[in-house]
């Protein structure tokens, strides 16, 4: 069998989603656990760019129906990126150093992921059942062995580096497994149908969450899921009371279990004051605005490194974003975002359409928004997967309008052939229950 280019690009996107996420956590939990190799050293940079190379060869088969379906958006991506890959090459290029170059190589290394993680969202098959099937199963396993892990060892934390004897670099922390639990889980709520099966899948989530101990990941996830059942409770009863019984479910649970949650770092956002990680992320913000008010126009290309003398010494914000591309840099980063969160949003609410591509948009760019406000650096690649998913949504609607349109009218204007109304009428028909809530879930070539 021959793929096209595009089949072939949902294809890998559809795999390469799986391995980036939840495949993420099982790799480095087996790697952990001893039972294989660290055969792929950290996975998500070695996949990430085995991704690249495969998605610039595809991406010209893709760009034309991208850059007419997205009404501008894509273009601005694209423009973005290039304006990141300039600002940085000129920046080494006039001053050089150590310290240029560091900060060249962290540029280009988020330049990759970025472009991976927008194409990858882009060209998801949301619509996949085997895609649901896998994500399904793993997020079971994951489930099911935190919860091992809580009740065989009384831990309410789980850490992966801590099962090895020696440090091991080639094993994640606790941000990374964070990360990818949380697309699972946003990924699942947006390809799920029934109430109940959110219900269940927002209680477990939250403690997966929990269990995996990231403060930013888990209120994020919290702060959605709250967002999601406060729209759908709205606009139906099931999901009223869907919500009342999730809170009191998650009210319980804590409840019953506070003196062994009171002393997890979770709970620590009720007193932050206290908390070294907090601190250091108030001085480093601190640093960051300084900066920005020496040069508001153009920021400090590099300043993390050269004050904190390490790349990771940024602000933990969207700040970071003006420190190191100047204003405008940070004007398209976020916005970005903002008009995906936004435009999924209106979609949402406007027009009510409740499927899972527009669910799936408007959640990733929701966390991503709050996240690169509150606690997240512009290298953080997660929002470019929310800019795909935007571009997926709006591609998706506008072959559904016309798909719509061609079946109604009909070939050589034969929408006014008695003998064709039937079955356009059935076809209507079926449109409307879709817009129901119902997501239309057609097979895949996945």
């Known amino acids: 069998m021959v793929l096209s280019g595009d089949a072939l690009t949902a294809r890998a996107s559809a795999i390469g989603f799986f391995v980036l996420f939840p495949g993420f956590i099982l790799y480095?939990?087996?790697?952990?656990?001893?039972?294989?190799?660290?055969?792929?050293g950290g996975l998500f940079g070695v996949v990430s760019v085995m991704l690249f190379l495969l998605y610039c060869a595809l991406l010209p088969s893709q760009l034309l129906v991208l850059l007419g379906s997205t009404r501008g958006y894509a273009?601005?991506?694209?423009?973005?990126?290039?304006?990141?890959?300039?600002?940085?090459?000129?920046?080494?290029?006039?001053?050089?150093?150590?310290?240029m170059r560091a900060a060249l190589v962290q540029s280009v290394e988020t330049l990759v992921l970025w472009l991976v993680l927008f194409v990858m969202g882009y060209r998801l098959p949301l619509d996949s059942p085997r895609l649901a099937r896998a994500f399904w199963l793993a997020f079971a396993l994951i489930a099911g062995y935190l919860l091992f892990h809580v009740a065989t060892t009384g831990q309410w934390m789980f850490f992966a580096s801590r099962m090895v004897e020696t440090e091991d670099a080639s094993v994640s922390t606790y941000q990374g497994y964070a990360r990818s639990a949380l697309v699972l889980l946003v990924f699942l709520i947006a390809v799920s149908e029934r109430a109940a099966v959110r219900a269940t899948l927002i209680v477990l989530g939250a403690f997966v969450m929990f269990v995996l101990g990231a403060r930013s990941e888990l209120y994020a996830f919290l702060a959605l899921v709250a967002l999601l059942m406060t729209l759908w409770a709205g606009m139906s009863v099931k999901y009223l009371f869907t919500l009342l019984a999730v809170v009191?479910?998650?009210?319980?649970?804590?409840?019953?279990?506070?003196?062994?949650?009171?002393?997890?770092r979770q709970?620590?956002?009720?007193?932050?004051?206290?908390?070294?990680?907090?601190?250091?992320?108030?001085?480093?913000?601190?640093?960051?605005?300084?900066?920005?008010?020496?040069?508001?126009?153009?920021?400090?290309?590099?300043?993390?490194?050269s004050t904190a003398e390490l790349t990771g010494g940024y602000a933990h914000s969207m700040l970071s974003a003006w420190v190191n591309y100047g204003a405008l840099?940070?004007?398209?980063?976020?916005?970005?975002t903002a008009t995906a969160f936004l435009g999924?949003?209106?979609?949402?609410?406007?027009?009510?359409?409740?499927?899972?591509?527009?669910?799936?948009?408007?959640?990733?760019?929701?966390?991503?928004?709050?996240?690169?406000?509150?606690?997240?650096?512009?290298?953080?690649?997660?929002?470019?997967?929310?800019?795909?998913a935007f571009a997926n949504a709006m591609l998706r609607t506008r072959q559904e309008c016309g798909s719509d349109t061609t079946q109604q009218a009909g070939p050589l204007g034969a929408g006014r052939d008695e003998s064709v109304q039937p079955?356009?009428?059935?076809d209507l028909q079926g449109r409307i229950d879709n817009e129901s809530g119902t997501p239309d879930f057609r097979s895949s070539a996945l």
Request: glycine fraction near 12%; charged fraction near 5%.
């Open 28 to 40: 480095h939990t087996l790697v952990a656990m001893g039972l294989i190799p660290a055969f792929l």
């Open 75 to 99: 273009l601005v991506t694209f423009a973005f990126f290039a304006y990141v890959l300039l600002w940085s090459v000129a920046n080494f290029g006039l001053t050089g150093g150590g310290i």
């Open 248 to 264: 009191a479910v998650l009210i319980g649970l804590v409840m019953s279990q506070f003196e062994g949650l009171a002393g997890s």
């Open 267 to 305: 709970l620590q956002i009720l007193d932050m004051s206290g908390t070294s990680s907090w601190l250091a992320r108030q001085n480093l913000g601190q640093r960051a605005v300084e900066q920005i008010l020496a040069n508001p126009l153009l920021g400090r290309f590099g300043g993390h490194i």
């Open 329 to 336: 840099g940070f004007l398209l980063y976020v916005g970005l």
């Open 344 to 388: 999924a949003a209106l979609r949402m609410l406007v027009a009510g359409d409740r499927s899972a591509w527009w669910v799936f948009a408007f959640s990733i760019n929701f966390v991503c928004l709050l996240l690169i406000v509150l606690a997240k650096p512009v290298f953080w690649p997660l929002p470019a997967l929310g800019w795909g």
């Open 423 to 426: 079955h356009a009428a059935r």
